[in-house]
C-alpha cells in the first residue's frame, strides 16, 4: 500500500487530491468539448487578413500580397447570395481586415475581382456621392456562420446582417432623431458596371437591376416608407440616396435577388424571407451550417485546432453559387430563360478546386454535387465544350472522380462526350491542343528576357495537365467500355514526360523544335511562360497519376527523394509575384500547383517525412500574422480550406480522379464523416506518434496507404496506429 506513515498518509491524500483534480479538469474539458457546437467553432474573420511580414511571405512586399481573399459576411452553403462588407472595391473579396472604413454591404462574392453586386449602406444627413463610406472599429464588429454585425462610426448605425439562399436581410439601428437614409451606388461592383435602374414600388418597396460581368435584379421590401429617392451624380455614375420616414424602429430591409428578373426576385423573397424576423432568419441560417459542419465530428485536438478545422470546413461551402430561382427558372449559356428541373450553379474554380474542395463537395453535399455537374454539362451543351475555369481541363478529373465515387444522377455519357471535345478539338476548352496532340508537348516561344509577367504558352504546365486530364478522361471511357479511347488517353497521359530534362532533373519548357528553352533558371517564377503561377520546382512533380512513371524517369528512388529533399530545402530568392507567397524552400503552399507535393515522400516509403511537412503546414500556415487571421496565399474558393481539411481527418484525395484516398496520420483522436446514407465512417487515431505504424480497416490490416471511397462509405472504421 506504499507509504502509509503520517507523514506518507499526508502523501496519500494530497497524490488523491491532485488524482481527483486532475480527473475533474479531464472530464470538465471532455464535457465541454462534448457541448461545443461545431458552428461556435467557425471565425469568418479567418483569412481576411493579409501578410506583410517579409518573413513570413518569403521575400520584401512592395505591394499588398494576396491574402485569402474571402470574405466575413452572411451567407448559406452555395447560395446565391453573399452578403458582406466591402472596405475597398476591385481588390479581391472586397473586404481587406487592415482596411480601416467601409463602403458599403454588397450581395455576391467569390474572393476573386468580380461580383459584389448591389452596394448599399445605410446613412444620415448631408451625402457626398464621391467619399459616403464610413470608418469602422474591429471592436464593433463580429461576426458567425449565416450573421455579420458593425457599427458604422461616421453615422452612428448598428448594421446587423443574415440571409437565405436568395435573400438579404439587412437591419439598421439608427440613434434617435436621425434622418433614416440608404445609399444605393448601382453603379459600382468589383467589376465593370454596363447598366442599372432603380424604381420605387408602392411606399414601402424598391425594385431594380444591375449589369456587369451577370444582370442581378433584385425586389426590397421595407418595414419604413419611402419618402424619397434621390440621384446624385458622382465621378464616372451616379448614387441613389433613399430617405426614409421617421420611426423609433430598426431599418429593416427584406431583398430578394434573381439571375432572372424582378418579377423572380420578388416570388424568392416571398417563398424565403417575408414574414419572418431578423431573429428566426438569423437563427435558420445558424441551423443550416450546424447540420451541415456537423457531418464531420471530430474529438480531441486542441481548441484551436478544432476551430481552424471547422474555419476551413466552412470555407470549403460558399462556391460554386446557386444561380437558379425557387421556382427552378434560370437563363442558360445562351441567355434563354429555361427550367430544366435542376439546381443552376456557377462554374466550380476548377483550377483550384478540382484537386480536394470538389471531393469534400461530393463527400457531405451530393446532391448540390449533382447539380453543379448538370449545370457544367448544360453549358457545354449550349457550346459543344465542357466549361473549364482559367487554366488546364479540370472538369474531367472532377466529374470522373464524382463517378467513381458512385455519385450518380447525371448524363454521364453527355459529359464523356464533351470532355472528349474538349481533348481533342481545337477552340474549345483546351488551347493548343493541336500542337498536343501532335508533339506530346505543348512549346513556348524563345523570350530572350522573360519576366515573371512574361505572357506566352505556359507550356509545360499545360502539358502535364493536359497529361493528367487525358487520364481522368481515360478512367470515365474504361467505364463506359469506350476501350479505344480508352487506351488512346492512358497512352497521351504519359505525355509529362516530354517535359523532363534529365540533364536538371526537372520540368522544362521546349522549344517549337523541340529543343530545350535556354537560359534556364529552375528557381524563377512566371506567370505564363513554361508554368502557369509556378516555377520548375513547383512543376516538377506533378503526375498523381503516374507517381511510379515520375520516379522512373530519375536514376534510382534515393535520387528522386533528394530531388524532392532539393524542393523544400533550397530557399526561396526573395523573387516577388503577386500570386506567390510563403514557402519551405522552393514550395509555396500559398498558392495550389505543388499542394500534393508535401505527399510525394509516400512513394519512396517515407511517409514520416511527408507526415513532418504535413504537421508544419497545418500548424503555421492558417492562422499566420499579427491578428493570427491570415492564410498563406489565397483559399481560391476554399482550395486551401479544402486542403486542411482532409488533411486533418488524415485522408486526402492525391488524385482526385480516382476513388482512393492517401491515408496520414490525423489532426484529432477521433474523425466522424456522416454520409447521405446514413452511414457513418469513423477514423481513429491510436498512439502518442506521428508515425504510421498500421492502417486497419474494420480490423482488416491494409497493405500500403491508400484506402477507396467505396470503403469508407460503407461506414467502416479505419484505425491509424502511430508510434
Known amino acids: 500500500m506504499g507509504d502509509c506513515s503520517k507523514r506518507g498518509i499526508w502523501k496519500c491524500i494530497d497524490m488523491t487530491k491532485a488524482i481527483v483534480s486532475a480527473g475533474l479538469l479531464f472530464l470538465a474539458a471532455a464535457v465541454s468539448q462534448a457541448q461545443e457546437q461545431p458552428v461556435d467553432c467557425v471565425n469568418p474573420f479567418l483569412g481576411t487578413a493579409t501578410l506583410w511580414d517579409a518573413a513570413d511571405i518569403g521575400y520584401t512586399p512592395t505591394h499588398r500580397t494576396w491574402g485569402a481573399e474571402v470574405f466575413p459576411g452572411s451567407s448559406l452553403p452555395n447560395a446565391m447570395v453573399q452578403l458582406s462588407p466591402v472596405t475597398k472595391f476591385h481588390s479581391g473579396s472586397g473586404y481587406q481586415y487592415e482596411d480601416t472604413s467601409i463602403q458599403a454591404f454588397t450581395h455576391t462574392c467569390k474572393g476573386h475581382w468580380n461580383l459584389c453586386h448591389v452596394p448599399l449602406l445605410p446613412a444620415t444627413g448631408s451625402i457626398s456621392p464621391n467619399n459616403y463610406g464610413s470608418p469602422y472599429s474591429h471592436a464593433n464588429e463580429s461576426a458567425h456562420p449565416g450573421y455579420y454585425q458593425v457599427y458604422l462610426e461616421r453615422y452612428g448605425v448598428n448594421v446587423e446582417l443574415t440571409s437565405t439562399l436568395r435573400c438579404a436581410f439587412h437591419k439598421y439601428t439608427f440613434k434617435d432623431g436621425q434622418t433614416n437614409k440608404l445609399i444605393v451606388d448601382l453603379s459600382t461592383a468589383n467589376e465593370r458596371v454596363r447598366d442599372w435602374d432603380i424604381h420605387q414600388d408602392g411606399d414601402q418597396a424598391f425594385k431594380g437591376y444591375q449589369t456587369a ?159 453543379v455537374i448538370k449545370s457544367l454539362i448544360d453549358k457545354g451543351e449550349k457550346t459543344g465544350f465542357m466549361p473549364t475555369f482559367f487554366h488546364g481541363d479540370h472538369a474531367a478529373p472532377f466529374i470522373a472522380g464524382t463517378y467513381l465515387r458512385g455519385i450518380r444522377g447525371y448524363d454521364v455519357k453527355s459529359a464523356y462526350n464533351l470532355l472528349l471535345r474538349n481533348a481533342t478539338i481545337e477552340g474549345g476548352s483546351r488551347p493548343f491542343i493541336s500542337e498536343y496532340m501532335a508533339k506530346g508537348y505543348i512549346s513556348d516561344p524563345d523570350v530572350a528576357k522573360p519576366t515573371v509577367g512574361t505572357k506566352a504558352k505556359a507550356g509545360v504546365t499545360k502539358t502535364l495537365e493536359y497529361s493528367y486530364d487525358d487520364y481522368a478522361v481515360a478512367l470515365l471511357a474504361k467505364e463506359l467500355n469506350d476501350t ?51 516555377n520548375a520546382w513547383q512543376s516538377s512533380f506533378f503526375a498523381p497519376h503516374d507517381v511510379a512513371g515520375l520516379i522512373g524517369l530519375y536514376p534510382s528512388k534515393d535520387a528522386f527523394e533528394k530531388k524532392l529533399d532539393e524542393l523544400f530545402t533550397i530557399p526561396w530568392d526573395g523573387v516577388e509575384a503577386y500570386n506567390l507567397s510563403v514557402f519551405i524552400g522552393q514550395y509555396c503552399h500559398g498558392n495550389q500547383p505543388d499542394h500534393s507535393f508535401p505527399f510525394m515522400y509516400y512513394f519512396v516509403n517515407k511517409p514520416e517525412k511527408s507526415q513532418v511537412l504535413l504537421d508544419r503546414i497545418m500548424d503555421h500556415f492558417y492562422d499566420m500574422g499579427t491578428n493570427k487571421l491570415a492564410y498563406a496565399g489565397m483559399d481560391d474558393a476554399g482550395e486551401m480550406s479544402s486542403w486542411y481539411v482532409f488533411t486533418a481527418m488524415g485522408i486526402y484525395p492525391f488524385s482526385p480522379a480516382d476513388e482512393d484516398y492517401l491515408v496520414s496520420v490525423p489532426l484529432f483522436d477521433r474523425v466522424e464523416i456522416n454520409f447521405e446514407n446514413a452511414n457513418v465512417c469513423t477514423l481513429v487515431k491510436e498512439g502518442p506518434g506521428r508515425k504510421i505504424g498500421e492502417i486497419t480497416c474494420d480490423d482488416r490490416k491494409i497493405d500500403g496507404y491508400f484506402v477507396p471511397h467505396h470503403e469508407l462509405i460503407r461506414g467502416k472504421k479505419m484505425v491509424i496506429t502511430t508510434r
Not at 489 to 512: A, C, Q, V
Not at 523 to 532: D, L, T
Open 213 to 371: 460581368g451577370e444582370e442581378i435584379y433584385f425586389y426590397a421590401s421595407c418595414n419604413h416608407k419611402i419618402k424619397a429617392l434621390d440621384f446624385l451624380e458622382k465621378t464616372n455614375g451616379e448614387i441613389t440616396v433613399i430617405t426614409f420616414a421617421e420611426s423609433p424602429e430598426p431599418l429593416e430591409l427584406q431583398i430578394g435577388f434573381s439571375f432572372v428578373g424582378i418579377a423572380n426576385a420578388k416570388e424568392n423573397l416571398g417563398k424565403e424571407m417575408l414574414g419572418k424576423s431578423f431573429s428566426r432568419v438569423r437563427k435558420e441560417a445558424s441551423e443550416t451550417w450546424e447540420t451541415l459542419l456537423s457531418k464531420i465530428k471530430v474529438s480531441g485536438g486542441t481548441e484551436r485546432q478544432r476551430g481552424l478545422f471547422y474555419s476551413c470546413l466552412y470555407r470549403s461551402f460558399l462556391w460554386p453559387a446557386l444561380r437558379s430561382d425557387a421556382n427552378g427558372e434560370f437563363r442558360d449559356r445562351r441567355g434563354n430563360k429555361v427550367n430544366k428541373g435542376f439546381a443552376y450553379y456557377t462554374d466550380p474554380s476548377l483550377w483550384d478546386d478540382y484537386r480536394n474542395k470538389l471531393v469534400l463537395l461530393g463527400m457531405l453535399s451530393p446532391a448540390v454535387t449533382v447539380d
Open 484 to 534: 479505344n479511347n480508352y487506351r488512346v488517353m492512358m497512352e497521351r497521359s504519359r505525355n509529362y514526360k516530354h517535359m523532363f530534362d534529365p540533364s536538371t532533373g526537372l520540368m522544362r519548357g521546349r522549344l517549337d523544335n523541340g529543343d530545350w528553352i535556354k537560359p534556364f533558371d529552375p528557381q524563377y517564377p512566371y506567370y505564363e511562360y513554361m508554368y502557369r503561377e509556378a
